[in-house]
């Protein structure tokens, strides 16, 4: 499977890396976009750092991914997730800032991200978007609703506790594998209701 993973400036980085190692392991080929808050805030929740270099946060991010990942700058339009001529199966932006989500929402595409999700509007194709954000304004609430009607799926970064949880790892697992349902995509990352 091909997917794009667009991360942006919300809460919720972790959620980005797991799904990204989940994807790898899926053998999945994977295009990621991170905005320059999506950056900051990868630094900060994963690697304690919210000053380190932007090539430095994908390096460590991307390591050990071998083919499968190729990195996309934000203002690279050339990107084959530009356009919906490059066939591909699902489009995922986690963690999905409210400001992104408001753009995606009012068809605006200022970087790569935008585009992607736009893209995946227009063709009618998978697209999940994470969104972490709490509480929720009547605004965003609003945007998730014309986002959903439009054909997006809205995956709140909320994780279940049926499963027991044991560290914080479980419950990152448990998010990162309804967006992997979402996509189409198998793992066991999470355990199933009704399974012992």
């Known amino acids: 499977m ?12 972790p959620y980005a890396v797991r799904l990204l ?14 905005s320059g808050a999506g950056i900051e805030v990868i630094g ?15 390096a460590l991010m991307t390591e ?3 083919d499968a990942v190729r990195v996309y700058d934000p203002g690279d339009w050339g990107s084959p997730y530009a356009s919906g001529s490059a066939k591909v199966d699902g489009y995922v932006v986690c963690p999905c800032s409210m400001a992104t989500a408001g753009t995606i929402a009012t068809g605006g595409e200022a970087n790569l991200v935008h585009r992607a999700a736009g ?26 609703l014309k986002l959903r009607k439009a054909g997006a799926l809205i995956l709140a970064a909320m994780p279940a506790f049926y499963t027991q949880p044991d560290t914080l790892a479980d419950a990152v697992d448990f998010v990162a594998g309804k967006a ?8 066991d990352l999470l355990r199933r209701w009704g399974t012992a």
Not at 22 to 31: I, K, N, Q, R, S
Not at 180 to 187: F, K, Q, S, T
């Open 64 to 66: 050990g991914s071998g």
């Open 21 to 34: 190692q989940a994807l790898v392991a899926a053998d999945c080929e994977v295009g990621v976009c991170a």
């Open 119 to 144: 893209v995946a509007l227009k063709e009618d194709r998978r697209l999940v978007l994470v969104p972490r954000e709490t509480p929720l304004s009547v605004i965003h609430l609003e945007v998730l």
């Open 180 to 187: 992997l349902d979402l996509l189409g995509v198998e793992h």
């Open 2 to 13: 091909r997917i794009f993973l667009g991360i942006t400036g919300a809460s919720g980085a």
């Open 44 to 58: 900060t929740e994963v690697y304690g750092d919210p000053r380190l270099p932007r090539d430095e946060v994908l």
